[in-house]
């Protein structure tokens, strides 16, 4: 079995050409239509999806798979092994023409990431970590911010959220803004461009694995909002939110959502 170094250079250049194509076949024209429950995809999506799996099946035939845009097969589960892919994360980025998508592939070993690329094509920017290794953007180490507050962060995520009535104490002000790829959400946490990313909705193993490495390496918290560690290769691959924050401050995220019931 490859170790985490090896499984790293070949997933960050299996990202680099997914994304490549991916950016190719937006100037092209693309096909568009709607999943069940009204969630856009594009052949863009299915085609990288194919591209990597016909890739990285072939450079690792004994590791299962686990993407999007593949259907479910549940022989991924008796594997130690396996790839975790969403071929275009933020697909209403990409549909807009906008920058904020990203291609998501990592390996889980019995869990937890060894190894996770993270691509933006549209902006060249490459987000990776191998377990132990750290995290790098464009090969530079990369760290969260030392924020220590909530009052005035840099927060992604739904605005309207935060101002909702219902809240039992009111979030003070703060810079909140949004990206459509909840994993790179997760990696400009990492890298201490935004100080925190919260999601109160639930998010699919292929949206977390890499950006779940890339923040833990670079020293960011990656959470649910009841503060529990992502799982991998589970039956139901779901997490039914996300806290990602500097460390400082996601305890005081954590104290505010806690109470909040949802489904797991």
């Not at 052949?43 to 990288?48: H, Q």
């Not at 071929?87 to 889980?108: E, H």
């Not at 377990?131 to 962060?153: F, H, K, T, Y």
């Not at 959220?161 to 949004?178: D, G, I, L, N, Y």
Request: charged share 25%; proline share 8%; net charge negative.
């Amino acid at each position: 079995m490859s170790d985490a170094g090896d499984d790293l250079a070949l997933i960050r250049e299996a990202a680099r050409e997914a994304g490549a194509l991916s950016l190719a076949m937006r100037d092209a024209g693309l096909k568009i239509w709607s999943k069940d429950g009204g969630s856009p995809v594009t052949d863009a999506d299915l085609a990288v999806d194919a591209m990597l799996k016909a890739r990285l099946g072939s450079a690792r035939p004994d590791y299962g798979w686990l993407s999007e845009e593949t259907a479910d097969d549940p022989a991924r589960l008796g594997k130690s092994r396996l790839f975790v892919v969403d071929p275009i994360d933020g697909t209403a980025a990409y549909l807009k023409g906008r920058p904020w998508f990203a291609v998501s592939i990592a390996v889980v070993e019995n869990g937890r990431p060894v190894a996770g690329a993270l691509y933006a094509p549209a902006l060249d920017e490459m987000f990776e970590a191998a377990a132990g290794g750290g995290a790098r953007m464009n090969g530079s180490a990369i760290a969260p911010s030392r924020a220590e507050v909530l009052e005035d962060c840099a927060m992604l995520g739904d605005a309207k959220m935060f101002v909702h009535p219902a809240w039992p104490r009111p979030w003070p002000a703060m810079r909140v803004e949004s990206r459509n790829s909840v994993a790179y959400r997760m990696a400009l946490v990492a890298a201490g461009v935004f100080d925190a990313a919260l999601a109160l909705s639930p998010k699919n193993e292929w949206d977390l694995a890499a950006a779940d490495l890339i923040c833990r390496e670079a020293g960011a918290t990656a959470v649910d909002h009841l503060g529990r560690p992502f799982g991998y290769n589970r039956p139901v691959p779901r997490a039914p939110s996300v806290v990602c924050a500097a460390p400082a401050l996601a305890p005081l995220i954590l104290e505010r959502v806690r109470h909040i019931e949802l489904p797991n």
